[in-house]
Nanobody
Framework: QVQLVESGGGLVQAGGSLRLSCAGS????????MGWARQAPGKERELVAV????????YYADSVEGRFTISRDNAKTSAFLQMGSLEPEDTAVYYC???????????????WGQGTQVTVSS
């Protein structure tokens, strides 16, 4: 079973940027869709971005469209989330996971990593 570890979170001012990384071990992501989700305190987990196995298809939630970019490096069993024009509303714990099927919902994604905290100050 693959284990995914997120990193790259931190404290950033509104308008700033961060690049999150998701590193896998003990398994493969080559034939899987990779997704990033986030969960803010008191809110449900929200899927924000998905990328296909080959990287030729991506999905973004409306809330991050145009500001976030998902990418992957299959050779390094890694996925990334480049976040720009950050807003206080982007404050959340960010998680990555894989899915064997194309989906734009949380269903089918797993296992989730432990997450990385992103805090955007105004």
């Amino acid at each position: 079973q693959v284990q995914l570890v997120e990193s790259g979170g931190g404290l950033v001012q509104a308008g700033g940027s961060l690049r999150l990384s998701c590193a896998g071990s003990g398994g493969t992501i080559v034939n899987y869709f990779m997704g990033w989700a986030r969960q803010a305190p008191g809110k449900e987990r929200e899927l924000v971005a998905v990328i296909s196995p080959s990287g030729d298809w991506t999905y973004y939630a409306d809330s991050v469209e145009g500001r976030f970019t998902i990418s992957r490096d299959n050779a390094k069993t890694s996925a990334f989330l480049q976040m720009g024009s950050l807003e206080p509303e982007d404050t959340a714990v960010y998680y990555c996971a894989r899915s064997p099927m194309a989906t734009i919902t949380l269903t089918g994604f797993g296992p989730w990593g432990q997450g990385t905290q992103v805090t955007v100050s105004s």
